[in-house]
């Protein structure tokens, strides 16, 4: 079974990353170990759902944050990538 946008290069991130498969009994656990769950704060009757919580391997969170990018169609803001033209549109 393939998916879309998932190449060669994500998929040896992920498996890279996922040393030991056994230890991950649900694949809804796996989230959790790239921190791609919210963070939460809670106090009283304060309950703030956030962002990611940004724990765990960064590099698997990237791969698969630009496999969804590209297969969602949308232009990932990358301020590495330089700035390239449409075609037809060249600048002399």
């Known amino acids: 079974m393939t ?3 998932v190449g060669a290069i994500v998929a040896i991130i992920y498996k890279s990353a996922l ?10 656990n796996a989230g959790p170990l790239f921190g791609l769950t ?3 704060y809670q106090s ?3 309950d703030i759902t956030g962002g990611i919580s940004r724990v765990g391997d960064e590099m698997v969170r990237t791969a698969l944050y ?5 297969l969602s169609g949308a232009e990932p803001n990358l301020p590495w ?3 390239v033209p449409p075609p ?5």
């Open 3 to 5: 998916t879309p946008s």
């Open 19 to 28: 040393d030991d498969p056994g230890r991950i009994k649900k694949s809804k």
């Open 38 to 40: 919210p963070k939460r």
């Open 44 to 46: 009283g009757e304060t």
């Open 66 to 70: 630009e496999a969804v990018m590209s």
């Open 81 to 83: 990538l330089p700035e």
């Open 88 to 92: 037809g549109r060249w600048m002399r």
